[in-house]
């Protein structure tokens, strides 16, 4: 099993361009997750998924969009990218269990806004 | 507000013992994880608490007081390979809020 995967690992972009990030993960995960991560700080939820054709709100979810088509699949998109998302993100899935919630992150994908 | 106090930065010595904590203020609290962190790659999970008490995991064990809004990390035995960032983070209705992040240096 590959666990959770990420595409691309690296990107820059410039100012205004956009982009998407896949993710896709084999464990028949029901939740799926973006989250970014700046230099010393903790990790912020963008989005979240919690089945197939749903999605919400995280924390800092403005300039992104997502959808999640496929159970395995959940993608991250920015529209006209900043330099203010210049991030790590990552890509995380887990069971749905009340309560308990063991996440699986995926490598991280490095962008930089120009 | 959802917020999540941990330290920034923690040394200590090989063979010692660590403790990293973790105060809360949360609404919906369902349980605090514990995830690591080596230099900015994938984090992974360590444990998790639902209920007051200590759950010993190998060389790590994780505190939860709920009463207090408070856990705890405790690293035994340090090995270097033990140097990462260390993350506490509330579970909430399937969502995890993350703290800001210890980074623990072991030295030799």
């Known amino acids: 099993n590959a666990g959770v995967t990420q595409t691309p690992k690296f990107r820059v972009l410039k100012t205004g361009q956009s982009m998407t990030l896949l993710c896709a993960q084999d464990m028949n995960h029901e939740y799926m997750y973006w989250y970014r991560q700046d230099p010393g700080m903790g990790l912020r939820l963008i989005h979240y998924?919690?089945?197939?054709?749903?999605?919400a709100k995280g924390e800092v979810p403005d300039g992104y969009n997502v959808s999640r088509l496929k159970k395995q699949n959940f993608l991250l998109g920015l529209e006209s990218a900043a330099p203010s998302q210049t991030s790590v993100y990552f890509c995380?899935?887990?069971?749905?269990?009340?309560?308990?919630?063991?996440?699986?992150f995926g490598p991280g994908t490095r962008l930089t806004v120009l | 507000g959802q917020s999540l106090e941990q330290p920034s930065e923690v040394t200590a010595v090989e063979g010692a013992i660590v403790q990293i904590n973790c105060t809360y203020q949360?609404?919906?609290?369902?349980?605090l994880s514990w995830y690591q962190q080596h230099d900015g790659g994938a984090p992974t999970f360590l444990s998790y608490n639902a209920l007051d008490g200590l759950e010993e995991t190998g060389r790590f064990s994780s505190f939860l007081s709920r009463s207090d809004s408070y856990g705890y990390l405790l690293l035994q035995e340090l090995q270097m390979k033990d140097s990462a960032s260390y993350f506490c983070?509330?579970?909430?209705?399937?969502?995890?809020?993350f703290g800001q992040g210890t980074e623990l240096s072991v030295k030799p």
């Open positions: 983070a509330t579970n909430q209705g399937g969502k995890l809020i």
């Open positions: 949360t609404s919906g609290f369902y349980g």
């Open positions: 998924s919690v089945g197939e054709g749903t999605t």
């Open positions: 995380a899935s887990s069971y749905q269990r009340a309560g308990y919630n063991e996440q699986f």
